[in-house]
C-alpha cells in the first residue's frame, strides 16, 4: 500500500518514513503543500495541517478534488482549536502528535477499511454535466455555467455522492468548514442561486429537513 507523508519537519518525516516502511507501507514524502498537490497517487495520504506554504484545510479540500484518496490528518497540538481543524478538514481522520506508530497502525487500517468508493470524474444530473476535477459544469447545450466558488463546492460535494443524500449540516462542514447562527439560511440562498444558475429545477432534489440529493443519471455507485 501507498503511503504519501505531506510532513514539513524532516526529523519527524524520517522517523516516520522508516516506522511505516517496517510495516511494509511503500512510503514517498512531500515537505509542501504544493508538493503534495502534484505528487503520484497513494492510497492514503498522512497530511500534516501546519505547513509552510499553504494552509493545510485547503490542501486537504484540493487533494480531494484531484482524486479519491484516505486522508489522515495529522495536527500539532491535543488542544481544542487543533481538534477542530482536525475536523474541519474534510480528511477521514486525524491524529494529534504526538502519536505511536501502533495508534497510526489502527488509524490506517480502520480509514482503509472504510475508503470511500471511488467518485466518478463526471457526473451527469438531468441535463447538467459535471466535471469535478476541471472544475467544470456545462447545460444540456454544452455552455459552462459560470458558479462561484462556493457554488461550485456546493455541487461538487453533492456529485462526490450521486443519487446519495448528503445532510445540511455535512454540506455546511464540507463548503464552509464550519456552522454558525444563519448558517442554514446561507445554505438555502447559494442552493437557491446554485439551481437559478443550472436552469435545471431536477437536478437537485430537496429532502425536506434532511438535506440533498444530486438526481444523478449515471448508473448507481455501490457503496
Ligand atoms: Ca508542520
Known amino acids: 500500500m501507498r503511503i504519501l507523508l505531506v510532513e514539513d519537519d524532516d526529523r519527524f518525516a524520517e522517523a ?4 511505516l516502511r517496517r510495516h511494509r507501507f511503500d512510503v ?13 497517487p497513494t492510497d492514503l495520504i498522512l497530511l ?24 489522515i490528518a495529522v495536527t500539532a497540538r491535543g488542544d481544542e ?12 481522520d486525524y491524529l494529534i502528535k504526538p502519536f505511536g ?11 482503509m477499511r472504510r ?9 451527469h444530473a438531468g441535463t447538467t454535466r459535471i466535471d469535478i476535477a476541471q472544475h467544470l459544469v456545462t447545460t444540456a447545450n454544452g455552455s459552462a455555467v459560470a458558479l462561484t466558488r462556493k457554488e461550485f463546492e456546493l455541487l461538487a460535494a453533492l456529485a462526490r455522492q450521486p443519487g446519495v ?20 439560511r446561507t445554505l438555502d440562498v447559494h442552493m437557491a442561486t446554485l439551481r437559478g444558475k443550472l436552469g435545471d429545477p431536477k437536478a437537485v432534489q430537496t429532502i425536506h429537513g434532511v438535506g440533498y440529493r444530486l438526481a444523478t443519471n449515471d448508473a448507481a455507485i455501490p457503496s
Open 81 to 92: 482549536r487543533d481538534r477542530v481543524i482536525g475536523l474541519r478538514s474534510g480528511a477521514d
Open 16 to 19: 516516520l518514513t522508516v516506522a
Open 115 to 123: 475508503a470511500r468508493p471511488l467518485a466518478p470524474p463526471v457526473v
Open 28 to 40: 514517498s514524502r512531500a515537505a509542501t503543500g504544493a508538493a503534495a498537490l502534484i505528487a503520484p
Open 165 to 184: 443524500v448528503v445532510s445540511r449540516e455535512r454540506l455546511l462542514l464540507e463548503v464552509w468548514g464550519t456552522q454558525w447562527p444563519g448558517a442554514h
Open 48 to 71: 500534516d495541517m501546519g505547513l509552510p506554504d499553504m494552509d493545510g484545510v485547503e490542501v486537504c479540500r484540493r487533494l480531494r478534488d484531484i482524486g479519491q484518496v484516505a486522508i
Open 101 to 111: 506508530v501502533a495508534e497510526l497502525r489502527a488509524r490506517i487500517d480502520a480509514v
